[in-house]
């Protein structure tokens, strides 16, 4: 399995990135899949920024992010997407997209995603 993520740079305050990430190795959704972008900033622990059930489309935000951020999908590209609008400095971190089979109804943490991928960095300044 592996899960590649692109779409990291530098901005200014107020602008916008697309983050994509592409799965590979195995199938990229059923109603067991969950797809999740996190980051971490230095100095701080990783945090969960956003889900999407692969099979119902159903997503979740942290709430720093919610309005600002979109989680989405192409199942036929295998790629799991996060818009992100209105960046503020304090969004600067490496964002990583990982993948966990999970079948409780609450979101998994980062220990339930068994893979991830290298991360993408993202700059707002």
């Known amino acids: 399995v592996q899960l590649v993520e692109s779409g990291g740079s530098l901005v200014g305050p107020g602008g916008s990135l697309t983050l994509s990430c592409t799965v590979s190795g195995t199938q990229y959704t059923n109603s067991r899949i969950v797809m999740g972008w996190f980051r971490q900033a230095p100095g701080k622990e990783r945090e969960a920024v956003a889900h999407i059930r692969t099979g119902s489309g159903n997503t979740g935000y942290t709430d720093s992010v919610k309005g600002r951020f979109t989680i989405s999908q192409d199942n036929a590209r295998n790629t799991v997407y996060l818009q992100m609008n209105s960046l503020k400095p304090e969004d600067t971190a490496m964002y990583y997209c990982?993948?966990?089979?999970?079948?409780?109804?609450?979101?998994?943490?980062?220990?339930?995603?068994?893979?991830w991928g290298q991360g993408t960095q993202v700059t707002v300044s």
């Open positions: 990982a993948r966990a089979t999970w079948d409780a109804a609450d979101w998994p943490a980062a220990y339930g995603y068994n893979h």
